[in-house]
């Protein structure tokens, strides 16, 4: 196996599960994220169908929390530009920001992301194992 690809690989495997958590709000994030405080979650997207897929399967499982999810709609270099520029602030504006798989591996590797509190993850989503993502 090529040791090279061994993080990307990883990376993209954890994909699916670093989606759903986001999607779950502020729960899963460090306490820098958007709407942390405000019970609001705001989600970087492309708009359209996509935003439209997002509100008739995601919304259901957030509005029960008592959040309130808000949409970015945009591209995504405008996402990504953002992601950069707020790496290191104390708060962010977007609490999930919808990636292709490479662009997520470019923010992921610049250090843009915040890491997931793998035992809030276990709270939303009991097959979470171990080390199963990541």
């Known amino acids: 196996m090529n040791h090279i690809n061994q993080p990307r690989r990883r990376f993209l495997r954890s994909t699916g599960t670093l989606v759903a958590a986001s999607a779950l709000g502020p729960f899963a994030l460090e306490a820098k994220a958007a709407g942390a405080c405000s019970g609001q979650v705001v989600v970087g997207t492309w708009g359209g169908d996509y935003q439209r ?17 808000t949409y970015a709609v ?13 790496a290191h602030g104390r708060r962010s504006t977007m609490d999930v920001a919808l990636l292709r798989d490479n662009d997520m591996f470019q923010m992921y590797s ?7 509190d793998d035992a809030l993850l276990r709270r939303f989503i009991p ?6 993502h990541g």
Request: include cysteine; proline fraction near 2%; hydrophobic fraction near 35%.
């Open 74 to 86: 945009g591209s995504a270099l405008a996402r990504q530009t953002t992601m950069r520029a707020e």
């Open 53 to 69: 897929l997002l509100q008739q399967n995601i919304d259901s499982l957030v509005t029960p929390t008592g959040d309130a999810i």
């Open 110 to 116: 610049e250090g843009t992301t915040a890491k997931l």
């Open 127 to 132: 097959t979470c194992e171990g080390d199963a």
